[in-house]
Structure formats: structure tokens, C-alpha cells
């Protein structure tokens, strides 16, 4: 078995930062990450590693940071090809850009292509998971799948379905809705390095009876994760309520046939009422936080650290193509600009905690991927933190590994990623 040894410095955590930071943050100057077998065997003093591992191959990144791989705990690989398209919020995006664009995906050969561009774009940037949500043709959920096997990534994704609300092109039933899921899931879900997530888009485009239907099949198969959106926009919140007289609020469209539960992903949660909050936070299910998105579409600034006080499991995420880059580095960025205007500076190590540990939390694969630490896959994204000459200029300057560092977050992109490595192997 090849041994491979990663000089540089180090980041990893030993909880979450989002309360005080100092204790559970652990950087090195001059660290190493050991890699056996894919995995990481050891993190620690490089010199000391080099030592003891004289027959490493070694790869010396001198002052460039080693850093778990960044984890997109929300997006939508379909939409990668429209990203940046100009002037519409929520429902307006969705028939204008969305619709049309998620109705190629018929064509199994442009699923491939797009497939292919969506994970060669995230590797450029440094991010190594993906959670992504497909279209509902089962050709898109086999063309992700098959395009990060080839790749060896650690993926998370699902057929997306809706019976409603959509043009005819991208409408299933709530019976093809459950059959279509559950074979996918038969085929992919822990088949090498791919989870399969439930994925009803949300509850517009959702009957009661498919909600019901892919209830019941997360309730047979409550291993899997559950993806969909909540509360992103005052207007959809407003037309859920038509949709839903019943429903004591957003939240509950999803509770009453099953879909709350710990392991269900709910992304953006802008404007949640205390119920939703305390319901969430009692099932210990987590929400995604998509920064560039919700500022891109116009939608709202996330309480990131309110919801953090509640325990809420928070993960981060491009939601490609409503957000508006490929690149983790900017969520971060944005992350931080939604804070200023909360009130709250996230520092570096909390950002990087997002991107990385909390992500992968949020997806229960904690010390899996986004770790660095033993036994985590070496899923790894190598930072220059003097990638362009005006972040070079003020890293220059800095006085500790939180001012270098921050300049890259806050203006780095994919220049930045130096080296990214997947289940131990050099991309």
C-alpha cells in the first residue's frame, strides 16, 4: 500500500467553532497529513511524520494551508450551464431559467456533459462533495452518479420530484415519483461513494399524495437523506399557505406526510416562525445556508448564528445556479457579508468550519469527509494563500494564520486551490 506524506500547514477542528472558537481549532505551521489506502492515517508535526514514515512519497506544499475538502451541502448540478442569468427572483427564476433549462435533461447525453462540468468546476475550486438535487428523469440522477464514480467522489443526490406547478416536461406522478426514487436508490445508495437523497423540490410543486408517497419511502428507508427547500422567499411562503390552508405553517407541509425528520436537509430557511425553529431543532434536522443564492435572488439574510444557538445542525452551500459561483471560497465570503448585516463578524476558523465539518454534519457523514483528521477519507483542497497579487499583498502583511487566511476567503477563487486530492489521489 502506497504511503504519501503532505507537508504544510494545517486546519482542522476538534468541535464546532461556532461558539468560541479557540479551544476547538487546531492549526500547525508546519504540519503533515498522512495518507494510507485513501484515508488519512495521521495528522500532526510534519517533521515528526517524516520521520517516522521514511518511505513516504512526499509532497512538500511549504506555506500553503491543507485543508479538508470543501463540502456543497445544497445545490443543483442541472442548473450549472444557466448560472448568472440576470434579473429574476424565485418563482420568476424557476419558469423563466430553470424550467426550460432542467428539461434537457431528457437527453441522456447532455445529463453526462453537464454532470461531467458541474464536478471538474467544483474539483477547479477545492470542493469535493457535492449534494446536489437532479431533475426528475432518472437518466439525471445515473448521470451524476456515474460521472463522480468515475471520479471517486463522495456524492449526495436524488431524483428531484414534482407533480405540480411545473411545466409538462418536468411533471412525474406521486406513484412514478415513489417508484422512480425507490429504484434509484436501490441502485446507487451506498454503491462505492454514493448517498442517495429523497428529493421532493418542495411543497409547490409537490401534491399531498406525493408528499405522502415519498414520506413513506423515506420512512422505509430512513437511512437515506432528505432533501428539499424551505422558506426562501416571502412570496413562495405566501403561496404555500394557499396551497396548504391546513398547515400550521412551511414547516409542517413537510412534517404532516413524513418528511421531518433527522436526517432531512432544508435548504435556505430564511423566515422561520419559532415552531419551525423549535420543531428543528427538537428532530435535529439541519438547514443549508446559501449565502451568494439568497443575496443573488433577492431573498433574505439566513440567521446563521441564531439558528447555531438553538443547536440547529447549519451546513453551507452554492446552490448553484441560483447562486452565483461555483467557488466555496466566495460562499464563504458571502457567509460573512450576510453576517455584517446581521450583526455578527464570522471569523476565518468558523468559515472554514462551515465549508468543511459543519457540511458534513449536516450530511451525518462527520469524520467521514470535510475532517482532517484519522480516518477520514483524504478528501483534501491545498490553499495558496498568496494566489493574486492583491491577496498576496495583504497576506503580506498579516500577523497570525487568521489574517493570511482571510484575504484568500475573502477574494480567493479557484486560483487559490493550489492542489485538490480525492480518496488519496492527486486530481
Known amino acids: 500500500m502506497s504511503i504519501h506524506l503532505l507537508l504544510g500547514q494545517t486546519l482542522g477542528f476538534s468541535g464546532n467553532p461556532l461558539g468560541d472558537w479557540h479551544d476547538v481549532t487546531h492549526h500547525d505551521s508546519a504540519g503533515g497529513v498522512?495518507?494510507?489506502?485513501?484515508?488519512?492515517?495521521a495528522v500532526g508535526n510534519g517533521a515528526a511524520l517524516?520521520?517516522?514514515?521514511?518511505?513516504?512519497?512526499?509532497?512538500?506544499?511549504?506555506?500553503?494551508?491543507?485543508?479538508?475538502?470543501?463540502?456543497?451541502?445544497?445545490?443543483?448540478y442541472p442548473q450549472t450551464a444557466m448560472i448568472a442569468s440576470w434579473g429574476k427572483q424565485l418563482i420568476d427564476w424557476l419558469n423563466t431559467y430553470t424550467?426550460?433549462?432542467?428539461?434537457?435533461?431528457?437527453?441522456?447525453?447532455?445529463?453526462?456533459?453537464?454532470?461531467?462540468?458541474?464536478?471538474?468546476?467544483?474539483?477547479?475550486?477545492?470542493?469535493?462533495?457535492?449534494?446536489?438535487?437532479?431533475?426528475?428523469?432518472?437518466?439525471?440522477?445515473?448521470?451524476?452518479f456515474g460521472a463522480a464514480a468515475t471520479r471517486n467522489m463522495a456524492v449526495i443526490a436524488g431524483k428531484t420530484c414534482m407533480d405540480r406547478n411545473a411545466p409538462d416536461t418536468l411533471r412525474d406522478t406521486a406513484q412514478s415519483a415513489y417508484d422512480d426514487s425507490k429504484a434509484l436508490l436501490d441502485k446507487w445508495h451506498g454503491l462505492g461513494r454514493a448517498h442517495y437523497a429523497i428529493t421532493p423540490r418542495f411543497?409547490?410543486?409537490?401534491?399531498?399524495?406525493?408528499?405522502?408517497?415519498?414520506?413513506?419511502?423515506?420512512?422505509?428507508?430512513?437511512?437515506c437523506l432528505m432533501q428539499t427547500h424551505l422558506s426562501e422567499q416571502q412570496p413562495e411562503i405566501a403561496w404555500v399557505r394557499e396551497l396548504f390552508p391546513q398547515a400550521r405553517d412551511y414547516l409542517d407541509t413537510y412534517e404532516a406526510f413524513g418528511l421531518l425528520g433527522p436526517r432531512g436537509l432544508y435548504g435556505h430557511s430564511i423566515y422561520l416562525?419559532?415552531?419551525?425553529?423549535?420543531?428543528?431543532?427538537?428532530?435535529?434536522?439541519?438547514?443549508?445556508?446559501?449565502?451568494?443564492?439568497?443575496t443573488f435572488i433577492g431573498s433574505g439574510l439566513f440567521d446563521l448564528m441564531g439558528l447555531a444557538a438553538r443547536q440547529i445542525r447549519i451546513?453551507?452551500?452554492?446552490?448553484?445556479?441560483?447562486?452565483?459561483?461555483?467557488?466555496?471560497?466566495?460562499?464563504?465570503?458571502?457567509?460573512?457579508?450576510?453576517?455584517?448585516?446581521?450583526g455578527t463578524a464570522l471569523h476565518p476558523a468558523q468559515l472554514m468550519w462551515l465549508a468543511t465539518e459543519g457540511s458534513a454534519q449536516a450530511l451525518h457523514m462527520g469524520g467521514q469527509i470535510g475532517h482532517l483528521g484519522v480516518g477520514a477519507a483524504a478528501d483534501l483542497c491545498v490553499l495558496d494563500?498568496?494566489?493574486?497579487?492583491?491577496?498576496?499583498?495583504?497576506?503580506?502583511?498579516?500577523?497570525?494564520?487568521?489574517?493570511?487566511?482571510?484575504?484568500?476567503?475573502?477574494?480567493?477563487?479557484?486560483?487559490?486551490?493550489?492542489?485538490?486530492?480525492?480518496?488519496?489521489?492527486?486530481?
Open 273 to 294: 416562525e419559532d415552531r419551525e425553529i423549535d420543531r428543528l431543532a427538537e428532530v435535529g434536522a439541519a438547514v443549508v445556508h446559501c449565502p451568494t443564492s439568497n
Open 203 to 223: 411543497s409547490p410543486t409537490s401534491t399531498p399524495d406525493q408528499l405522502a408517497a415519498l414520506g413513506a419511502l423515506w420512512a422505509e428507508h430512513p437511512d
Open 99 to 144: 424550467f426550460p433549462e432542467e428539461s434537457r435533461f431528457a437527453d441522456r447525453a447532455y445529463a453526462d456533459d453537464i454532470a461531467a462540468r458541474t464536478l471538474d468546476l467544483a474539483l477547479a475550486h477545492g470542493t469535493t462533495t457535492l449534494t446536489s438535487f437532479c431533475t426528475i428523469h432518472p437518466a439525471s440522477v445515473d448521470a451524476f
Open 50 to 76: 517524516r520521520a517516522a514514515h521514511p518511505d513516504a512519497t512526499v509532497t512538500d506544499y511549504g506555506d500553503a494551508l491543507i485543508s479538508p475538502g470543501f463540502i456543497d451541502a445544497h445545490m443543483h
Open 34 to 41: 498522512l495518507i494510507k489506502g485513501g484515508l488519512i492515517a
Open 315 to 342: 451546513g453551507l452551500a452554492t446552490d448553484t445556479g441560483g447562486g452565483s459561483s461555483f467557488s466555496m471560497l466566495r460562499t464563504m465570503a458571502a457567509a460573512y457579508e450576510i453576517g455584517q448585516l446581521r
Open 385 to 427: 494563500l498568496a494566489s493574486t497579487p492583491a491577496i498576496a499583498q495583504r497576506s503580506a502583511q498579516a500577523h497570525d494564520i487568521w489574517d493570511a487566511l482571510f484575504p484568500t476567503i475573502m477574494m480567493g477563487d479557484d486560483r487559490a486551490v493550489r492542489d485538490v486530492w480525492v480518496a488519496g489521489i492527486k486530481r
